[in-house]
């Protein structure tokens, strides 16, 4: 299903009002050149640099559930108001991964604002919205799995199986309830961090993952 301009100029205004709360994160660093996994996160609005407080979260949950080690990469992207720029930088990085390392199973994800740019890797095929590198035919074969957190593409565009079969299989989008980034909610506290880790919905995500390595 084709993806209009308006709809994501919308979705770019939801993600412009929705401040996240500040977070101390430790980034994980790859041990080895060439890991068996990785997961590229993006991180959400006004959080410090790295895979943010839900991409660290995710990544210690998926490596507990797998036997191989889990690196990571945090999307290098401003983390203002732009999802593009995220959603460049992404692309490029998974690309340049499996160039150099075609073995590396990779499993996107990101978070509010985060969660729009992976939504433009997986969906967008041109040049458009402001995304300027999307992943050449044929490479999503690299892509193991997608987990998104407090996605505002969803309640504008719907789930991303919707527009996006190519990764349906391997996608999970985790809206919590109440959450009015992703739903017709009304709560604020349930787009936070805390909501998504607390809940368990972070860690559904990493056994959903984990079940496709």
Known sequence: ?????????????????????????TIP?????????????????????????????????LQSKVREPVAAYGV???????PAKGATDMSAHVQSMARQCPNTREVLGGYSLGAIS?????????????FKNPLPPGLGQT?????L?????????????????????KTIDQ?????PI??????????LQPSYINSGLVDQAAAFAAGRL
Do not use: K
């Open 175 to 179: 809206c919590a309830p109440g959450d």
């Open 118 to 130: 992976a939504d433009l890797v997986v969906a967008v095929t041109q040049p458009s919205f402001g």
């Open 149 to 169: 957190f407090g996605n505002g593409t969803r309640r504008v565009l719907g789930p991303v199986p919707d527009f996006s079969p190519a990764f349906a299989g």
């Open 29 to 61: 660093v790859a041990s080895a050149a060439c890991p068996p996994v990785e997961v590229v996160f993006a991180r959400g609005r006004e959080e410090p640099p790295g895979v943010g407080y839900i991409g660290q979260a995710f990544v210690t949950a």
């Open 1 to 25: 299903m084709g993806i209009r301009s308006a709809n994501f100029a919308a979705v770019a205004l939801v993600a412009a009002v929705s401040g996240i709360a500040p977070a101390t994160v």
């Open 143 to 147: 892509v193991a799995a997608v987990a």
């Open 76 to 82: 290098n992207y401003p983390a203002d108001v732009d």
């Open 182 to 191: 992703c739903s017709s909610g009304t709560n604020w506290q349930s787009h």
